[in-house]
């Protein structure tokens, strides 16, 4: 089953952004493969935290509670309480992590060209290739 998502792609100059870009890419699982492994992640009562967005800022589910990682710092974080951000807790916790500098890098440049990708899903691996048309 192929799922479509949109993926930034630089059309900016500069070649570090692009080279900081494609080493995060090898590092980090895409959102949906991330995603992915909240399959069994239980509603914490105590949170209003969202699997979605948890994976868009970085983590997976640890099959824990509600322990939660970060693919690209190792950072950890269980126990949310309603009103946590997870993408707040993530810069507070770890703002040398390369995926939140990264991320911020990444959408804070004008110039960024929307690319559409597919994600071909398997539940125990994630394969991301580029639509050629």
């Given amino acids: ?8 792609k630089h059309s900016i100059s500069s070649n570090s952004t692009n ?3 494609s080493r995060l890419a090898r590092r980090v ?3 949906l493969c991330r995603l992915a492994t909240f399959r069994q ?8 935290v969202s699997p979605a967005v948890l994976a868009k800022v970085g983590f997976s589910y640890t099959g824990k509670g509600d322990k939660v990682q970060c693919d690209a710092c190792g ?5 949310w309480k309603t009103g ?3 993408k707040q807790e993530h810069i507070d916790r770890r703002p040398d992590c390369r ?3 990264d991320q911020h890098e990444i ?9 559409l990708l597919f994600i071909k899903f398997n539940p125990t691996r994630c394969v991301l290739f580029e639509r050629r048309d």
Avoid: Y
């Fill in 1 to 8: 089953m192929a799922v479509g998502i949109h993926r930034m």
């Fill in 19 to 21: 080279r900081t870009a």
């Fill in 29 to 31: 699982k895409p959102d």
């Fill in 41 to 48: 992640w239980r509603t914490n009562t105590q949170s209003n």
């Fill in 75 to 79: 950072l950890e974080i269980d126990n």
């Fill in 84 to 86: 946590m951000d997870p």
């Fill in 99 to 101: 995926f939140v500098l």
């Fill in 107 to 115: 959408f804070s440049k004008n110039a960024i060209s929307i690319t």
